[in-house]
């Protein structure tokens, strides 16, 4: 059984487009998370969500968006993409909030953009 | 905010132990210290995770020392599936404050 999961696992798309990547979770986790991982392999938070409710928005353009349905879901819609956007993009969660938390990373999604 | 510090890149032989050293010289009272591997085209995953002192479990060794400004990770008789990127995360995710350094890879040799 897959604890984290994405989709779709790769998205090549075009400049301008809005794509949507899914994340969703079957560890009972109160807590999801979005990453970026760009080509030199820096991880950075994007977002952070805690049982529905935005907990982290890091300085990420507005064109990003996180929705969660419910908490076992994140999913992150992207607008108007652009050249730079191009990344893996990583969905995580945490059974709470606290520094001892261990992150369960999903596969990633490897987004594109031409 | 916690910063981590650590070596590029290193590289080892199959059955040395190997050392990676975290500098986190700002570290917070509530701050803990994890550490991530990853492998290529795959997510991070857990190793290891300790507060002070030493911490040991199937795969990994936490050395931390008393003022806890850095730890190293210690993998005892690594092989040629140990290369990947090691990441050491310093923080409190309670208060927003969990923040992936660069990593350092890891390369062993046959």
């Known amino acids: 059984d897959t604890a984290v999961s994405q989709t779709p696992k790769y998205l090549v798309t075009q400049m301008g487009n809005d794509k949507s990547i899914k994340c969703e979770q079957n560890l009972g986790h109160d807590t999801m998370y979005w990453y970026k991982q760009d080509s030199k392999k820096f991880l950075k938070i994007m977002f952070s969500?805690?049982?529905?409710?935005?907990?982290i928005n890091e300085t990420v353009p507005n064109r990003f968006s996180p929705k969660s349905p419910d908490k076992a879901h994140l999913n992150l819609h992207i607008n108007s993409l652009e050249l730079g956007d191009s990344a893996v993009y990583f969905c995580?969660?945490?059974?709470?909030?606290?520094?001892?938390?261990?992150?369960?990373f999903g596969p990633g999604t490897r987004l594109l953009v031409l | 905010l916690a910063k981590t510090t650590q070596p590029i890149s290193m590289d080892s032989y199959e059955g040395q132990e190997v050392n990676i050293t975290c500098s986190h010289n700002?570290?917070?009272?509530?701050?803990?210290i994890t550490w991530y591997q990853q492998f290529p085209s795959q997510g991070p995953r857990f190793i290891i995770q300790?507060?002070?002192t030493k911490v040991t479990n199937e795969v990994a060794s936490l050395f931390i020392p008393a003022d806890r400004k850095s730890s190293t990770l210690s993998l005892p008789r690594v092989s040629l599936s140990d290369t990947a990127v090691y990441y050491c995360l310093v923080g409190d995710m309670g208060n927003n404050d969990m923040r992936f350094g660069a990593g350092t890879r890891l390369t062993v040799k046959p």
């Open positions: 700002n570290i917070a009272t509530n701050d803990y």
């Open positions: 995580a969660s945490t059974l709470g909030q606290g520094g001892r938390e261990t992150q369960y």
């Open positions: 969500y805690n049982n529905k409710e935005l907990i």
């Open positions: 300790g507060y002070k």
